[in-house]
């Protein structure tokens, strides 16, 4: 039954226009500001390297190369997002790449199949996502000071436990299963690598859970107001906890993928990759405070980041030169981010 | 005739602060009931126990006559608790349909969200309830620039379209324009012509008085006393509240 009485409202405040056709493109325009902003931000690089730097950047084996390259961290970067957008951060996924690789190849060395290690490879990653966000929910230690003790605990974990070496080669499991091999890293067409093919996929299925699932809906709901969404009835600790198994799955699987298309797994694989990921969500968009953040962000700032220090190469600026420039990316993009969210609510 | 809601001796302690010591009250079918307590008196808390938010640490809940143990928030609001929270409980950096379907979405099976639909009953909801007319404000708008009293709008909003029979509402008065504070009155008084049941919490006395069946006073996380409207005058009823909150009894 609904009632009858009008609940309070103060009309006045609602300003009386009628929607024209400018108001609805400006209302568009302001809606998706953040992804217009990143994209802008590419477009504009792109057609400075364009110009400056014809011969490396209108060839294509540059961009072979972003796409063989910028997958390793991207496909991270994604449901890292997701993550926080909800007001936490991990800074473990490197190390959990490597834990990831090491128990792949333990599965693969007890079994002969490659598959079955893929499986388990991924099963740690999920795993060692979900203890982390157990650690982070129910022992109420921050995220940022859980995740930075528990990069060092999984990266502990895999020196330990492979003392042997510090490196062990792919290929044993590459010859034991070739179209493996070929789907996780090949040349679809003879060009086109399989892993940014993975990452379009991991991006799509990002996209999806963020903005078509109520999984998503939470997330954003418990950044923008973990008390309310709380209140409302959402289970803010379960999402939480799911948020950081998915992020170890996606390490994981990322970890594969580089050490199948480097060859060999490294046991300091990952810890490079901080970093570039972190600054990919964050010139991407998303708010370190939470609530807002796109997929389409990450993706394209993914591929800034891959493109500083070969772009610089290519105009001829040596190594020096990269930091700055990366230091000038990042605060530039992150810097239009807060002043569009700002002027466009 | 059975309450709609029954507590019986309802206790709740955060650490050593005793929240709540053996409150029994009730809310009947049809009626709008009072709660009065000066700060920290335990409305809130038990507010939230009747919410499900909070589990009472002893005692007794009962809907309509049935005893209801283990009682969640989902589960609450299925037996047709719903709330206007203090704070709001809103996500002010998102859109009106997300707040309004907030911890409520609606999905196919799989989890995925129908917005269609959502933004639909939005659009519905805000020229039917709202009073959204112009063009200005849509589904689509983020609220963090609504003012208090059309944050309050849709919060009350989205408690009715979820078909509540007992309102709780927690100060919904606080930051509300002298105009809006008439609505929301006279909006409570329409929930009691509709046949349900309301809880109503401020600090105001007179907002209480003017609207209220029945008042129940907190001191103390105790029940100090209980009284009909009809049967007392405001004047007596401020009196009360003074000497309570400085003596711990009412006479």
């Given at each position: 039954m609904t009632l009858q009485t009008e609940p309070p409202v103060n009309t006045n405040s609602a300003v009386a226009q009628q929607s024209s056709r400018s108001q609805q493109t400006w209302r568009f325009v302001r809606r998706y500001g953040l992804q217009f902003g990143i994209v802008g931000v590419m477009v504009i690089m792109w057609f400075l390297l364009w110009l400056a730097a014809p011969d490396t950047f209108r060839n294509k084996e540059i961009y072979i190369s972003f796409a063989d390259s910028v997958p390793y961290y991207g496909i991270m970067a994604l449901p890292i997002t997701l993550l926080i957008i909800a007001r936490e951060i991990d800074l473990s996924f490197g190390s959990i790449m490597a834990v990831g690789v090491m128990c792949f190849l333990a599965v693969f060395n007890a079994t002969g199949s490659p598959i079955l290690g893929l499986i388990g490879c991924l099963l740690a990653g999920l795993g060692a996502g979900l203890l982390n966000g157990f650690i982070v929910v129910?022992?109420?230690?921050p995220s940022l000071i859980a995740t930075i003790g528990m990069q060092f605990f999984w990266r502990g974990a895999v020196l330990v436990l492979t003392t042997v070496a510090s490196n062990f080669p792919m290929e044993p499991a590459v010859q034991a299963d070739p179209v493996l091999k070929e789907l996780l890293v090949g040349r679809i067409f003879g060009v086109i690598p399989a892993q940014f093919i993975w990452m379009i996929i991991v991006a799509i299925a990002t996209w999806v859970l963020l903005n078509r699932h109520r999984f998503g809906a939470h997330t954003y709901l418990i950044g923008d107001n973990p008390n309310s969404a709380e209140l409302m009835g959402v289970n803010v600790g379960q999402r939480r906890i799911l948020m950081f198994g998915l992020v170890g799955a996606a390490s994981a699987f990322a970890g594969i993928i580089t050490s199948y298309s480097v060859g060999s797994f490294f046991t300091s694989l990952g810890s490079g990759y901080l970093l570039p990921t972190l600054s990919a969500v964050f010139l991407g968009g998303?708010?370190?405070?939470?609530g807002t953040g796109t997929i389409l962000g990450t993706f394209v700032g993914s591929f800034i980041i891959g493109a500083i220090e070969p772009g610089a190469a290519a105009l001829g600026l040596l190594g020096q030169w990269t930091q700055l420039i990366y230091g000038f990316v990042i605060v530039i993009s992150v810097g239009m981010h807060t002043v569009l969210r700002r002027r466009i609510r | 005739m059975t309450y709609r809601l029954e507590l019986k001796n309802v206790s709740k302690s955060f650490g050593e602060v005793?929240?709540?010591?053996?409150v029994t009250m009730h809310v009947d079918q049809n009626e709008v009931v009072g709660l009065l307590g000066d700060n920290g008196a335990g409305k809130s808390t038990l507010i939230k126990i009747i919410t499900g938010y909070h589990k009472p640490d002893s005692g007794e809940l009962y809907f309509n006559g049935q005893e209801v143990k283990n009682l969640t928030v989902p589960r609450a609001r299925k037996l047709g608790v719903e709330t206007v929270y203090q704070e709001r409980?809103?996500?002010?950096?998102?859109?009106l349909w997300r707040n309004i379907f907030l911890g409520r979405e609606l999905t196919n099976k799989f989890g995925l969200l129908d917005v269609r639909k959502m933004v639909e009953e939005t659009n519905r909801l805000m020229i039917e309830s709202m009073g959204f007319t112009s063009g200005a404000v849509t589904a689509d708008s983020v609220i963090n620039n609504f003012s208090g009293g059309e944050k309050q709008g849709v919060a009350i909003v989205r408690a009715l379209y979820f078909k509540a029979d007992l309102i709780v509402l927690d100060e919904p008065t606080m930051g509300l324009s002298l105009q809006e504070t008439r609505k929301l009155i006279d909006f409570v008084k329409g929930i009691k012509r509709a046949g349900k049941a309301a809880i109503f919490i401020d600090h105001n006395v007179f907002h209480v008085y003017n609207v209220a069946d029945r008042v129940v006073v907190l001191d103390r996380g105790t029940v100090a006393g209980e009284f009909l409207t009809k049967d007392i005058t405001l004047n007596e009823l401020t009196e009360k509240m003074y000497r309570v909150a400085e003596s711990g009894h009412l006479d």
């Open positions: 129910k022992l109420g230690i998303t708010s370190v405070l939470g | 005793k929240s709540l010591q053996n409980a809103l996500a002010d950096q998102q859109t």
